[in-house]
């Protein structure tokens, strides 16, 4: 019986679209190679999720996880994809884009000098327990 009450409840909620309001769905990219066209392809990805999701008028939270070669992406004068990143986070909201500083801490110390991100870039402590905290936190998991 409870469980008939339940699916009567999800079924009725489901059929007056209340069910749909509000749903949130949470992705996290990975972007762990230096490679402009696994680049590229995170980012159509990216504009794919948000576009579906916006034409069946759900919300969408994307964040990009960048480490090791992949921390390429974010880094100004260097990555390939700047200027779509500029762009998607000025139309997206609710767009992310993660730099691992781990693997920054490397990079500035075999370069020998600051190494510069993107102003979109945001900075954690390590990118590998950033994709393990967000799936923690429900969030979906893909690497293109």
């Known amino acids: 019986m409870k469980h008939a009450l339940s699916a ?7 059929s007056t679209g209340a069910y749909a309001e509000g749903v949130n769905h949470k992705v996290a990219f990975h972007v762990d190679e230096n490679d402009p066209q696994l680049m590229n392809m995170a ?28 921390l ?16 998607m986070s000025l ?7 993660v730099a691992c500083q781990n ?20 900075v954690v402590p390590s990118g590998v327990v950033r994709l393990i905290s967000l799936q923690e936190e429900g969030y979906s998991y893909i690497r293109p």
Request: negative net charge; hydrophobic residues 40%.
């Open 43 to 70: 980012l159509n990805n990216v504009a794919n999720v948000a576009s579906y999701y916006e034409e069946q008028g759900d919300t969408v939270v994307v964040e990009v996880v960048t480490y090791g070669p992949g």
């Open 72 to 87: 390429n992406m974010l880094i100004k004068g260097k990555s390939p994809v700047a200027d779509r990143i500029s762009t």
């Open 103 to 122: 693997t920054l801490d490397v990079m500035t110390k075999k370069a020998g000098s600051e190494i510069p991100l993107l102003e979109e870039a945001k």
């Open 91 to 97: 139309e997206m909201g609710n767009l992310t884009f």
């Open 8 to 14: 009567a409840l999800i079924g009725a909620a489901l």
